[in-house]
Structure formats: C-alpha cells, structure tokens
C-alpha cells in the first residue's frame, strides 16, 4: 500500500450507510397508495364498452332506467334499439331526438349517417372520440378532462350559456371531458364547455360526462332536468342501446334519407367498406363470473402479500446480538468470519475489523479515550513504539486493500505493532 496520511489532520471515520429499507418501504407504500388510487378509480368509473351502460331497461348503477321512466312520465315517447340501422330508419319520417350513449361501439361506417336524421332533429352524443367529430364534420375537439365530474352551474367559465335545457337545470355534474370550437363557429358551450351544441340542419348535442344519465347520480343536483330537457319534448326518442361493437354492415352499406315523408329502405351501394365482419371476441367467462370489486381486492391482495414476500426475505435492519445457544471456540469463529469474508471479497470490511481491534488494545495501553482523534492517537502510537508517524496512521486509519496480499500485510504489521505497544518486552515476534 503506497497511501500515506498527515498525522496534523484527523482522518474522518467512513460515513455509515443508510439501512436500504429506509428507503424502500416509503417508497413501495408510495406506489402501492398510486397503484390502488388508480384501480378504485378505473373500477369506480363506468365503461361504455360494458353491456348495460346507459340502458333503458338496466336498474343498476350504471343503467338508464330511470331516466327512461322520466321521460315516459313527461309523455316522451321511448323507442329503444340495438342496432345502428334500425336506429335511424325509426328517426324517421319526422323529427326525432337520437340518443347515442356509448358512441364509440358505432361502427364507423355508420357514423356519417347519425347526421342524416330529418329536419328539425337532435342528436345526442355522450362522450364521443375525436374520430366520430371528425366523422361527423363537427367544428368541435375535445381539449382537457378531468379526473373525476364536477358539478358545476353552466356559465361556470364566464361565458352565458344559450341552450335553454342547461339554464332551466341549473348546476348539474357536466363537467369532465370538455369540448371546444375549431373555428369561429357558432356553437353554444354550457357547463365549461362539457355540454356543446351545434346548431343546423340536425342539431347535435355532446355531453362529456355520463354521470347525469345514470341511475345512481341522476337524483343528484339538477341531472334529471337537464337530461330530460335534452332528450324530451315534443320529439319522439330513439335510444341506440348497443349491446357491443356494432359490426360493420354487410355489402356497402344504406342511406337513411327521407324522401316525400317516408322513411327510405335500406340501400346498398352507399358505404364502401371493404373491411369483412370480424368474428367476435371471445370472453372469458371467468373474467365475467366476479364482479369488478373482486378482481380490484384481488390485485391489492396480491400486491400486500408481496410486499410481505420482499419484507421477509432478507432481513432490512441491523444484525441483533443474541446469546450463542452453545459455546464455540474462538478460533473457529475467527476462522468462519473470515472464510466469509473472503467469499465475499470483503476486504474492505475485513480490515475495518482489524484496525477496530488493534485499536481496542492500543486505546487502553495508552490510557486514550475512545473518542480521541485519529491523529493524536497515531502520533502517541508511533512515539510509544518508535515508529514513523505517517506508517503508523496508514495502518490504523489507512485506505482500503485492493489484494489479498495487502490485506495479509496489514494484518501482520496491526500485530506487530499492537505487540510491541501491549508488550515492549517481547520484541519482535517474528
């Protein structure tokens, strides 16, 4: 070893490291707290993919039952559908109110003719993707959501709202995907632009939220006004209730447009669609046997049994001295402690324990304290046993050996120095 030391400056001890687990275990329960926000929240949302979203005759959470009710108190009459084409062929000859719940199982083929409804129609759409806006040709996109709805009044933003439905409703949970305008086009925004109405031809109605519609949130602030002001009056409703991804039609496809006042049949030759009907998915009817709830408390479980995994592995503290159940000899412990080290290639903590042991000897010899610094004590080391000051503190508090011959070394010179200060007698045991 060619390192030396200044005997005038204390050499400060190595600095201890911080227990890993420290870190860790705040760092796991962060991501366990993130990982189940984000679950209860997936699991707390409504999927409009789900069968039964936005149903009128689904009682559940999700279902629109209640607002069908409504509405058929009101007088609105209620014509539910399942399928896209029938759908339109029934808006007709005369004006209706189309509602769309779950516009992205609308096949897309299918889209553009959800505007060639009658004159004097509306169209509601819950929720739609950007690719039915642009589809449609609606000077609409969709800009910033939120993480949750907020009920809010509608000219929340500043701007007044124009659409009498929303006025009359008052505050209501609208708020969560908002929409704004492309172009400078005419269009009403209500709620921060979560409800928007493109007036024309065929008035078209988006609302980012679904929770006004459900049947567990439409008692709540003014949600059945505002639905059954969009879907009532004096026009009869259809309501596409779509039980998954509509295929897409066979051949090329219909046009819906009235002419003399009856309903045109069906049309081949309109679409163009040369993508074939894909086979449906199957499910997996495990997957459909729980509930959502159980499949959520399922993954936190499995995430805590992990993290108990990971806590009894290893252990995450400090070793803990505990009484040898029986007595064994010294020099067998010496001996195991050091085969470990050297399977470890422990050097470094090896000769720790070499100079923490000479300098338990030398402290009391010299009648030093154990605090005493690193220099003072080499200095009264190497002046006791006539040594160079500067070997001296490079054996007690020198760097760490990089072979395993310079550890050898330090070893035999830490006994030759502690047995010539402990006994000046014996000389040079070699």
């Known amino acids: 070893m060619t390192t030396t030391l200044d005997p005038t400056h204390p050499v400060a001890p190595p600095r201890p490291r911080r227990p890993r687990h420290r870190l860790l275990i705040p760092l796991g329960l962060a991501v366990l707290l993130i990982v189940a926000t984000l679950v209860f929240h997936a699991v707390d949302q409504p999927d409009p ?81 950007r690719r039915m806006l642009e589809q449609l040709d609606l000077p609409l996109r969709p800009t910033d959501g939120r993480w949750a709805t907020r009920a809010t009044s509608p000219d929340a933003d500043g701007h007044p709202c124009r659409l009498a439905e929303a006025a009359r409703a008052g505050t209501a949970a609208a708020d969560r995907q908002r929409y704004a305008a492309r172009s400078a086009a005419p269009v009403d925004r209500c709620y921060s632009g979560g409800l928007v109405r493109v007036p024309g031809r065929t008035e078209v109605v988006v609302i980012g939220a679904s929770d006004p519609f459900r049947n567990n949130r439409i008692d709540e602030w003014g949600n059945q006004a505002l639905t059954t002001g969009l879907l009532g009056g004096p026009r009869p409703l259809v309501w596409l209730d779509l039980p998954g991804p509509a295929p897409a039609p066979s051949g090329s496809g219909w046009s819906p447009s009235p002419t003399a006042g009856d309903p045109a049949p069906p049309r081949r030759g309109d679409f163009n669609d040369d993508r074939a009907d894909r086979p449906p998915a199957r499910q997996n009817p495990l997957w459909d046997a729980f509930p959502a709830w159980f499949w959520a408390l399922l993954l936190q479980l499995s995430l805590a049994g992990l993290l108990v995994v990971l806590w009894r592995a290893r252990r995450l503290g400090p070793p803990v001295p505990e009484p040898l159940p029986v007595t064994v000899h010294s020099a067998e412990t010496v001996l195991g402690r050091a085969r470990l080290y050297r399977r470890a290639g422990a050097r470094g903590p090896a000769a720790e324990t070499l100079r923490a042991a000479a300098l338990d000897r030398l402290l009391p010899r010299l009648n030093l304290p154990p605090d005493t610094p690193p220099a003072e004590v080499a200095a009264r080391v190497a002046a006791y046993a006539g040594a160079d000051p500067e070997r001296v503190a490079e054996l007690l508090h020198g760097a760490e050996p990089t072979t395993d011959q310079e550890l050898l070394d330090l070893a035999r010179d830490l006994d030759t120095l502690t047995r010539t200060v402990a006994h000046p007698t014996e000389g040079d045991p070699r």
């Open 49 to 129: 993919t789900d069968q039964g979203f936005l149903s009128p005759v689904t009682t559940g959470d999700d279902g629109g039952s209640r607002l069908a009710e409504a509405l058929r108190e009101q007088g609105v009459t209620v014509r539910r559908e399942t399928d896209t084409s029938q759908a339109l062929l029934a808006a007709g000859p005369g004006p209706a109110t189309l509602f769309v719940p779950a516009p992205e199982l609308v096949h897309p083929a299918t889209v553009a003719a959800l505007a060639d409804l009658p004159t004097g129609s509306r169209l509601v759409l819950v929720d739609p993707p």
